[in-house]
């Protein structure tokens, strides 16, 4: 099968995942909160990006390549954490993680996840980037940094932008759990899926085992709360602090909107800013993430990277972050749709993808580096 004709965008592994994945799966992976608003939103305003197309440029072979914090990527994208992944498909941890490995992009891994740091730590190398959601105990927060830089990890990101439990109706509707709870709908959902099924069978039903090592012994009511929820933090500036003086490598605290904030962190030593807006997952009255992102990026001014996620569905729209100012761009979902739609086949799929749309968007545009695109934003 010759996926760039059957295959060619990620909305046809998006539809073909659909089709192979538990409903449950696929609405959790796929949803927002609230009406969805803020995913709407996000799309939007990034189609409101325009570039000015050029003429008489010559044979264009645009150059790809992205240095940050020390490291040069073959492309500047790479792969957001996403939590309950080995819920969304069997493995998806270890089959990401090698894939970046091989395509030299960072993987992110959520705390939140079906693998701990020490099940994925020599897969991804030194493209392994650890996602930590803030603990409730210090002493909780510093055996996992320790297990977690154990295990290989060099670069630790620190989720802020959940400061509590957001709705997400949709995830509610279907019944989303981690383990799923088997009741006679999602047994006939995973039936309804034999690959899908298959891969749990051989690799074990998802379970948060990160979290799960720390939570205390659950209890009526309670018994029904994931371990990841049991022991959350709510950070300040003080945790922050905190983080920066227990972790020795690169800190990039993620989930910023305002250019104020990451002054401040910056302040407390971060060594990058992420720009997200959790792609509406959280909250959906907020700002589009790509409109928080230059006047983040203007007050930054290079003093360390901004990262950006957040509706990111093509080269096209990477290709918009770095002309806003992101010096690296992360896709969450998009991932696990191509994923769920072919395997370890879909991942590399995608990948091609991503670098084929942005040389094409690029040669359109007359930009031979990544450094030519804001030249050509139409403003």
């Known amino acids: 099968m010759d996926l760039d004709v059957t295959h060619p965008a990620l909305s046809d592994l998006r539809r073909r995942a659909r089709r192979r994945m538990p409903h449950f799966a696929f609405e959790y992976l796929d949803s927002g909160t609230g009406r969805e608003t803020g995913i709407h939103h996000n799309r939007a305003r990034l189609d409101a990006v325009r570039f000015m197309p050029a003429i008489l440029r010559g044979d264009l072979q645009p150059d790809l390549t992205r240095a940050t914090l020390g490291t040069t990527y073959p492309q500047p994208f790479g792969v957001a954490p996403l939590g309950m992944a080995g819920l969304l498909w069997p493995d998806a941890e270890r089959i990401l993680a090698a894939a970046c490995a091989h395509h030299r ?51 630790l990101v620190v989720t802020v932008d959940v400061p509590g439990e957001s709705r997400r109706e949709r995830q509610r509707r279907a019944h989303v759990s981690m383990p799923p709870v088997m009741t006679p709908k999602i047994i006939a959902s995973i039936l309804s899926c034999p690959t899908w099924a298959m891969g749990i069978l051989k690799h074990g039903q998802p379970t948060m085992k990160f979290p799960n090592s720390y939570a205390p012994a659950a209890k009526g009511a309670e018994a029904f709360t994931h371990a990841g929820r049991l022991i959350r933090g709510f950070p300040d500036d003080a945790y922050i602090s905190a983080l920066r003086a227990e972790w020795d490598g690169p800190l990039i605290v993620k989930g910023v909107a305002e250019p104020a904030d990451a002054d401040r962190l910056i302040g407390l030593g971060v060594d990058a800013i992420w720009v997200s807006n959790h792609s509406g997952r959280q909250f959906e009255g907020g700002p589009a993430a790509i409109d928080c992102l230059p006047p983040v990026a203007e007050t930054v001014a ?58 094409s968007n690029m040669t359109q545009i007359g930009a031979a580096t990544l450094d030519d695109l804001p030249g050509r934003l139409i403003r």
Not at 140 to 154: F, N, P, Q
Not at 307 to 324: H, N, Q
């Open 105 to 155: 992009m960072p993987y992110g891994q959520s705390t939140v996840a079906a693998a701990t740091p020490e099940d994925t730590g020599t897969i991804a190398g030194d493209m392994g980037w650890f996602q930590h959601y803030p603990v409730n105990d210090a002493g909780i927060r510093r055996d996992m940094l320790a297990r977690i830089k154990a295990a290989g990890w060099k670069t």
């Open 302 to 359: 290079g003093r360390v990277p901004v990262y950006f996620c957040s509706g990111v569905t093509g080269g096209l729209d990477i290709l918009r972050a770095l002309a806003l100012g992101a010096d690296f761009v992360f896709l969450g979902k998009a991932w696990y749709f191509a994923l769920a739609a072919f395997g370890r086949a879909g991942v590399d799929h995608l990948v091609h993808i991503l670098r084929a749309d942005m040389v």
